[in-house]
């Protein structure tokens, strides 16, 4: 699917995709969902995720936290709080050793609590980007806090974009438990 640019199709594809890797979960077994990736799965991609991440809780739990950086960026800056989207220390060229925080911090989050927080962080980032017009979503210029982006840019990473990087994590943990 082409990358969202307005705020129907972002709606669509991100309900789409979070409902796909769903359905993905839904047809793995219990054990294979509490199953620790195998040790291929470590080096499948140069991205630093595929050594980070050693099961399904832990790509569920990456989502959730990164929910949570686009809806506190959302709110403080609407307050009227200049908060970057990326918090302090991390940047673009940090943001790897961001992720190893999160990873860190969801290590005792059980799997079903991890399912329980995500979809309730996916509904609340869609109900957030309904508050929001198509121009103000997909406009450049519109928010002086989103720079050269726009709003819509950030929301299609944090869902639709993010979902397809887990389905890809996910596909290949089911194929190495054939």
């Known amino acids: 699917m082409a990358r969202a640019t307005t705020k129907a ?12 890797m769903w359905k993905l979960i839904e047809t793995m ?4 969902q509490n ?3 195998a040790e291929e799965m470590a080096t499948a ?20 936290e990164w929910h949570h950086l686009l809806l506190d960026w959302v709110q403080a800056n609407s307050n009227g709080e200049h908060k970057p989207f990326l918090p302090e220390p991390y940047n673009w060229r940090t943001y790897p050793t961001m992720n190893v ?3 860190k911090k969801h290590q005792s989050t059980p799997l079903t609590e991890a399912k329980a927080k995500l979809k309730e962080t996916h509904s609340n980032v869609m109900e957030l980007i309904e508050t929001f017009s198509n121009n103000e979503l997909f406009a450049k210029g519109i928010f002086n806090w989103t720079g050269t ?8 990473s944090t869902t639709a974009s993010h ?7 996910i596909k290949a943990h089911i194929k190495t438990l054939k």
């Open 101 to 103: 925080e999160f990873w």
């Open 149 to 156: 982006s726009t709003l819509g840019s950030y929301c299609v």
């Open 45 to 64: 991609g140069k991205e630093t995720h595929w050594g980070r991440d050693k099961n399904l809780r832990d790509v569920l739990v990456h989502l959730y």
């Open 9 to 20: 199709d972002l709606m669509t594809s991100a309900n789409e995709q979070f409902d796909k």
């Open 163 to 169: 979902y397809d990087w887990a389905i890809k994590k």
């Open 35 to 37: 199953a620790t990736f």
């Open 29 to 32: 077994s219990e054990e294979q």
